[in-house]
């Protein structure tokens, strides 16, 4: 079973900067190989949207309302996944979630969020 961990959220102006990270984990035997690693994010009220993917050869893909702003990254041997947030809005306010999807089973893992909060 595979865990992921993110952390980095917080509270920033607006303008401001975030780095989040997702760390995945597994407590019983070995970690399988992990195939696509992502962001999402749900605001209140909201539906769940992607803000971003990276493919295990480092092909990345955004959401629309990214506008160049995120940069999604991710280290295959530490099985950790980035996602540096630049030029944060207020409607960027939401809680983030890491999500992978394992090569070989195609099991779907979800982190538990952590929260980002952009002040006007």
């Known amino acids: 079973q595979v865990q992921l961990a993110e952390s980095g959220g917080g509270l920033v102006q607006s303008g401001g900067s975030l780095r989040l990270s997702c760390a995945a984990s597994?407590?019983?035997?070995?970690?399988?190989?992990?195939?696509?690693m992502g962001w999402y994010r749900q605001a209140p009220g909201k539906e769940r949207e992607l803000v971003a993917t990276?493919?295990?050869?480092?092909?990345?893909d955004y959401g629309d309302f990214v506008n160049g702003r995120f940069t999604i990254s991710r280290d295959n041997a530490k099985n950790t996944v980035y996602l540096q947030m630049n030029s944060l809005k207020p409607e960027d306010t939401a809680v983030y979630y890491c999500n992978t999807i394992s090569w070989y089973a195609k099991n779907d893992y979800w982190g538990q969020g952590t929260q980002v909060t952009v002040s006007s």
């Open positions: 990276i493919t295990r050869r480092s092909n990345s």
């Open positions: 597994t407590t019983s035997g070995s970690m399988p190989p992990l195939g696509v």
